[in-house]
Every structure is written in structure tokens, then in C-alpha cells.
């Protein structure tokens, strides 16, 4: 009878050792997991910061080159535009997405006034007819660059000129390769 409550005792101390080795092995690698969550955290927010460095614009622009656009002022929101009102001009695009394009042309105008103007432009044989205000100016010696919102935009035009968007990068990263 001594010789099973013995056996009894080391069969619960081995037991016993076994689940205290046990937890001990598995909160090691719980510790190594929370360090490897904890670095994957840190590499996450890292690449999120740089993200938002690298997307500071709301949608994604390509670039054009030589192409032309003829624009027309409507109006100044608080002020009136006097002279400048219905004043016809034309310019190249230098770069276009779904919420604006960037034109150089040799107008000078008073970004101040909150400007809004009507641009025409053919892209791939789409026509455009948008509105848009001028929410950025950039001076430079023989020309200025003017940042474009569209504004009142409709959703069927927005459609279009994201699927030219689509394609006109498609089609530059085809003749990339």
C-alpha cells in the first residue's frame, strides 16, 4: 500500500512538474509573440506615416504632356472679378486626377479672389467641360501654375475621367516595360 501512494506521489509530482515546464515553455513563446506583435506594430505605424508623406494628395494624378486646355472665368467668390470676368485663356495641363489637374499658362491671376473658372480640354478624343476653382499659384519666370479643384463636378463625368485616368496609366506603364 506504501509502495501505490508512492507511486501515487510521483506520479503527481511528475505531473506537476510537467505542467509547470509546460506553462513555462509556452509563456516563453507567448513573450516571444507579443515582442514579434509589438515590432510588427512599430513597422506598421512607421510605413503608415511614410504613406501619408508620400500621399498628400486625395487621389492619384498622371502626368500629360503638351496637352492643351482653354479655360474661361466665371466668377470670384466674394469679390467681383471687374475686367477678368468671361476672360478667355489657354494653357497645358501638367497633370490631372479625379479631383483636379494642374495647368501652366501665361495668365496672371489674383488667387485670393477664390476664382472659378470652366476648363475645355480633349483627352484621347474625350471631351471635358469642367468647373473648377483655383485653390493653389506657383510664379515662375515665363509662366504660372495654377492648382485646380473641380467643383460641382457630376458623377458621370467623374466616372469618365477616372476611367481615363485607368487607362492613360495603363497605357503608360505598358510603354514603361
Known amino acids: 500500500m506504501e509502495i501505490m501512494i508512492s507511486a501515487i506521489f510521483v506520479c503527481l509530482f511528475l505531473l506537476i512538474f510537467s505542467l ?16 514579434q506583435i509589438h515590432t510588427l506594430k512599430e513597422s506598421v505605424t512607421d510605413l503608415q506615416i ?3 508623406d508620400k500621399e ?7 502626368k500629360l504632356f503638351e496637352q492643351e486646355c482653354h479655360f474661361e472665368l466665371l466668377e470670384s467668390g466674394n469679390q467681383p ?3 477678368l470676368k ?11 486626377s479625379r479631383t483636379g489637374l494642374q495647368i501652366s499658362c501665361t495668365l496672371d491671376l489674383p488667387v485670393r479672389k477664390q476664382i472659378f473658372l470652366q476648363i475645355y480640354f480633349v ?7 469642367l468647373k473648377g476653382r483655383i485653390v493653389r499659384k506657383e510664379e515662375l519666370i515665363n509662366h504660372v501654375i495654377y492648382g485646380i479643384e473641380f467643383v460641382d463636378l457630376h458623377q ?7 476611367r481615363l ?3 492613360l496609366e495603363i497605357e503608360r506603364r505598358k510603354n514603361a516595360e
Open 20 to 35: 509547470i515546464l509546460f506553462h513555462a515553455f509556452y509563456k516563453q513563446q507567448l513573450r516571444k509573440k507579443e515582442e
Open 50 to 52: 511614410k504613406l501619408k
Open 56 to 62: 498628400k494628395r486625395k487621389a492619384f494624378r498622371v
Open 81 to 83: 472679378l471687374g475686367n
Open 86 to 96: 468671361n476672360k478667355k485663356g489657354t494653357g497645358q495641363i501638367n497633370d490631372i
Open 123 to 129: 483627352i484621347d478624343g474625350e471631351p471635358f467641360s
Open 156 to 162: 458621370r463625368d467623374q466616372q469618365k475621367l477616372h
Open 165 to 167: 485616368i485607368q487607362r
